[in-house]
């Protein structure tokens, strides 16, 4: 089935480094490909996504690229900040045999920004 | 920003009880889904709901669950036995379409223990 991988975490940057949490997936079709993020006592919320191949998402200074020759949707952004601090899921869309979509998650990257 | 709302945000059961959890999704949105995360795990699809039924369930979502939009505003979540098992963050969802790019958008969870 359809599946996610992502880099452990915790990643541990200080502020204004530059991200990079390594997302690859494999899928049957062409799925959309989206990055949550969850933070601390909060639900998930969408950062961005992208639905084709080559398409680049972007949201709040972060960017992901939909690769499909690599299978990947690395997130990055440029310059962290603290308040970037929180757990980030990389997700796909299967929509399956029913035509209605479900998100298969990876397992979230835990980053911690410190001042 | 209209959000999906889950209540409560933390509910405490005996092994064996029934439990409710229920979510208010955003008033446009047709699609319906549940998720769960136990803790340190992934994300995991359970069911979603379309037209009043289910649409697709996940080998998770057994007899012990159901799921059900008793009028224009509520969907709820049943697991009739609980079990230890159980425990988890058990997150709603709901999208305007059903399809793949359509982006899901999450309450903020209910935090079921089961002792």
């Known amino acids: 089935g359809d599946s996610v991988t992502q880099m452990e975490g915790p990643v541990t940057l200080s502020e204004e480094a530059f991200l990079t949490i390594n997302c690859t997936y494999t899928?049957?079709?062409?799925?959309?490909l989206f990055w949550y993020v969850q933070y601390p006592g909060e639900g998930l919320q969408l950062l961005l996504k992208?639905?084709?191949?080559?398409d680049k998402g972007s949201n709040k200074g972060f960017e992901a690229t939909y690769r499909k020759e690599t299978t990947s949707f690395h997130l990055e952004k440029g310059s962290v900040q603290v308040s970037d601090s929180a757990v980030y899921f990389c997700?796909?869309?299967?929509?399956?045999?029913?035509?209605?979509?479900?998100?298969?998650f990876g397992t979230g990257t835990r980053l911690l920004v410190s001042p | 920003e209209p959000e999906v709302t889950q209540t409560p945000s933390h509910q405490v059961t005996q092994m064996g009880q029934e439990v409710i959890l229920r979510c208010v999704p955003i008033s446009n949105h047709l699609y319906f889904y549940w998720y769960r995360q136990i803790l340190g795990q992934k994300v995991e699809f359970l069911v979603s709901f379309y037209n009043n039924e289910i649409s697709e369930k996940s080998e998770i979502f057994d007899d012990q669950f159901s799921v059900e939009r008793p009028d224009g505003s509520n969907f709820t979540l049943k697991i009739r036995s609980t079990k230890l098992e159980d425990s988890a963050m058990y997150f709603c969802?709901?999208?305007?379409?059903?399809?793949?790019?359509?982006?899901?958008?999450f309450g903020n969870g209910t935090r079921l223990t089961v002792t």
């Open positions: 969802a709901s999208s305007e379409v059903g399809q793949g790019s359509s982006p899901l958008h």
């Open positions: 997700a796909l869309s299967d929509s399956g045999n029913t035509g209605f979509q479900k998100l298969v």
């Open positions: 899928a049957t079709g062409y799925p959309s």
């Open positions: 992208a639905t084709k191949a080559d």
